[in-house]
């Protein structure tokens, strides 16, 4: 079964905008089932939104649909695309988004969206979302193979997460996600850590603030101090009991932490 279509926008929920993916995916598959899994992705941040569907798309039931729309480059020469991976299809701008999600899934098919007769009547050049990726979503829903959808490709534009690194007697961590509580998602792991500093402890450094703890839950994090946690991307997370880390650390872009081993 196709029947199930998850949404990733960066559009919001002020406007009309996801309302009128929907309302396009049902006139053409009137049994459609529809999953937002976030439509708050920070304003044209791809990144931002390839690591969240990287780390979505294998809760959901085979056969799902992803529509992923964070679209800076919509109306300009930028492919449309549709991927078909060992269980699950991704539709969307050939501008890296789905790239780190369907690498993990298993690439089997890629087309480039060119078949017209799967688009609305008039395709717009502000709304690619609506004109172009809602109803080719809710084509395959109904059975349409992607391969009658355009020609097919080789590759894929691509993004490249940060990678923890270690620069002399340093280990180099990187935000690479801040969540509605404020808690800084990293790319470090607990075991990264503790191989790095090989059983002496340990003391990080973000804008000139420290943290050198690691708690097993947010109720044992200690008081006024910030800590990291094992959080649900399997990374570590930096964390502030009943406060927002990023407002701690006055964090405005994502940065890195500088850990050090300590005797």
Known sequence: MKNVVALMTDFGLKDNFVGLLKAVMTRINPGIKTIDITHDIARHNIKEAAFLLAH????????????????????????????????YYFIGPDNGILSIAVRKAGIKKIVALENKRYFL??????????D??????????????????????KAIETLKLSSVQVKGGTLEAHIVYVDTFGNLVTDVTEK?????????????LLNGKKISKISLSYSQGPEQEPFFIQGSFATLEVAL???????????????????????
Do not use: E, W
């Not at 085979?62 to 269980?87: C, E, N, W, Y």
């Not at 395959?140 to 490709?153: A, Y």
């Open 56 to 87: 979505s798309f294998s809760y959901f039931p085979k056969g799902t649909i992803f529509l992923a729309v964070v679209d800076p480059g919509v109306g300009s020469l930028r492919r449309a695309i549709a991927i078909q991976t060992m269980h």
């Open 132 to 153: 172009i990726f809602a109803p080719v979503a809710a084509h395959i829903s109904c059975g349409v193979g992607i391969m009658k959808l355009g020609r097919s490709l």
């Open 241 to 263: 009991k009943n406060r927002s880390a990023a407002h701690y650390f006055s964090l405005k872009n994502y940065g890195t932490i500088t850990i050090r081993c300590r005797d």
């Open 192 to 204: 990264q850590i503790i191989a790095f500093c090989k059983g002496k402890k340990f003391v990080a």
């Open 121 to 130: 009547p008039h395709v717009s050049s502000t709304f690619h979302g609506r």
